[in-house]
């Protein structure tokens, strides 16, 4: 209808000819007609969903063009420590006035247990297995990647729990889970 309906994050994760293939959240595109990506050079274009899945929170979107863009380097979560220095990139809040801001923060839990509530009110649908960081992590900062000191991308963060008194709790899905689901989907 012409209108924007939610903003996120997202970031080339790989490349096959002139297709490139871009891994957000699943919950960033749900519900879109259109879906537009503006990269770091404010080009604006129009991307294909090739899929997404609801319970993975994770969507694939592709864009073919002869312009060679980067691709990000991954990482590898399971190599990641408690402690480790972390990097979260995204568009938080208002992506015409944030985008591309990074925060720094810690790895500070692995393996961690999340209770997420997608169709009900009450209770949880599902848990989902997430790494934990003290990154700031805002809204539109869904489907950004999580880095590591190195740059390489270890995680897709994907949410944060919002309750009074919890500050500093924010979770991303391992790369290693985000690339199979997303690999399965093309």
Known sequence: ????????????????????????????????????????????????VLGGDKYSDVAVLSYETSSDLKVAELGSSE????????????????????????????LSGKDREVEVSVNSTYGSDYIMQVLQTDSALNSGNSGGPLCNSNGQVIGITNMKLVISGVEGMGFAIPI??????ADALI
């Open 1 to 48: 209808r012409n209108q924007v309906y939610s903003t996120g994050t997202g970031f080339i994760y790989k490349k096959e000819g002139n297709k490139y293939y871009i891994l957000t959240n699943y919950h960033v595109i749900q519900g879109g007609d259109n879906i537009n990506v503006v990269f770091t050079n404010d080009n604006e274009v129009k991307v294909t």
């Open 79 to 106: 190599r990641m420590r408690v402690g480790d220095t972390v990097f979260a990139i995204g568009a938080p809040l208002d992506s015409t006035v944030y985008s591309w801001s990074v925060t720094r923060g810690i």
């Open 176 to 181: 290693e889970e985000a690339t199979s689901y």
